[in-house]
C-alpha cells in the first residue's frame, strides 16, 4: 500500500530534550517536505527536499534541521525543542516538485513540549 | 509576501445544501492550485488546477480557477454530514505550498 509513515504519532517532551520525527514513504516520491499545523495558522512549511541531498527552508525553519540521505527518508529534528514547537506535524511527498501533482501526507504527529 | 486567503472562515449547514468555498491568492510564479479535505487526520487530495475556466469535478464536489482574478472556488452540492471538515487550499510558488487557513464546514442533519 502506497503510503507515508511518521513515527512518534504522538509525543510529549522537556524543553531541550534532542528529538527525531521519522518519515518513511515508498512510492519512490523525489519531493518530501515537513509541515506544522497550528490553529488560525494553518498549513506552514518547515523543510522540503526536491531529491537526495537537497534540502531547502521553508517558512518556519528555525529550531529544525532536516537530512535527506535516502530517498526514502526524511527525518525532522529538534535539536533543543522550546514550548513554541508544540504542534502538529506532517510530512508529505509527491512526484517531482511540490506542484508537480498530488502531495501525499502521512498521519501526523502531535508534539507536546512541556 | 505570497498569501493564501479562504473564506469563510467556518460554515455551518444543514444537510442537502450547498456551499461554496472560496480561496484568493497572491504568488509571485504561480504553478497550480490545490485543494484538500482534512477531517480528523492527514489532509487528503481533491483538485488540482492549473488552467483558468476549466472545471473539475468528482461526484457532488466541483471546482474552478480564474488566474485573472486570482482565485478558485470550492462547490459542494446536496450536502452530507460525512463532508463536514476542514477543506484547505493550496497554491504552488514554485516548488513551495502555501497554504491557506482553511474553512471548517459543519453539516448537520
Known amino acids: 500500500e502506497a503510503q507515508v509513515t511518521q513515527n512518534p504519532r504522538y509525543l510529549i517532551t522537556v524543553t531541550g530534550k534532542k528529538l527525531t520525527v521519522t518519515c518513511s514513504q515508498n512510492?519512490?516520491?523525489?519531493?518530501m517536505s515537513w509541515y506544522r499545523q497550528d490553529p488560525g495558522l494553518g498549513l506552514r512549511q518547515i523543510y522540503y527536499?526536491?531529491?537526495?541531498?537537497v534540502t531547502d527552508k521553508g517558512d518556519v525553519p528555525e529550531g529544525y534541521k532536516v537530512s535527506r540521505k535516502e530517498k526514502r527518508n526524511f527525518p525532522l529534528i529538534l535539536e533543543s525543542p522550546s514550548p513554541n514547537q508544540t504542534s502538529l506535524y506532517f510530512c508529505?511527498?509527491?512526484w517531482g516538485g511540490g506542484g508537480a501533482g498530488e502531495l501525499f501526507f502521512g498521519e501526523g504527529s502531535r508534539l507536546t513540549v512541556l | 509576501e505570497d498569501k493564501v486567503v479562504q473564506s469563510p472562515l467556518s460554515l455551518v449547514v444543514h444537510e442537502g445544501d450547498t456551499v461554496t468555498l472560496n480561496c484568493s491568492y497572491e504568488?509571485?510564479?504561480?504553478?497550480?492550485l490545490l485543494w484538500y479535505k482534512q477531517e480528523k487526520k492527514a489532509p487528503t487530495f481533491l483538485f488540482m488546477l492549473?488552467?483558468?475556466?476549466i472545471e473539475k469535478k468528482s461526484g457532488r464536489l466541483s471546482s474552478i480557477l480564474d488566474k485573472k482574478e486570482l482565485f478558485s472556488i470550492l462547490n459542494i452540492t446536496a450536502t452530507q454530514t460525512g463532508d463536514s471538515a476542514i477543506y484547505l487550499c493550496?497554491?504552488?510558488?514554485?516548488?513551495?505550498?502555501?497554504f491557506g487557513t482553511g474553512t471548517r464546514l459543519q453539516v448537520f442533519p
Open positions: 493550496a497554491v504552488v510558488n514554485t516548488d513551495k505550498l502555501i
Open positions: 504568488v509571485t510564479n504561480f504553478r497550480s
Open positions: 492549473t488552467s483558468s475556466g
Open positions: 512510492m519512490n516520491h523525489e519531493y
Open positions: 527536499s526536491m531529491n537526495v541531498e
Open positions: 508529505a511527498s509527491a
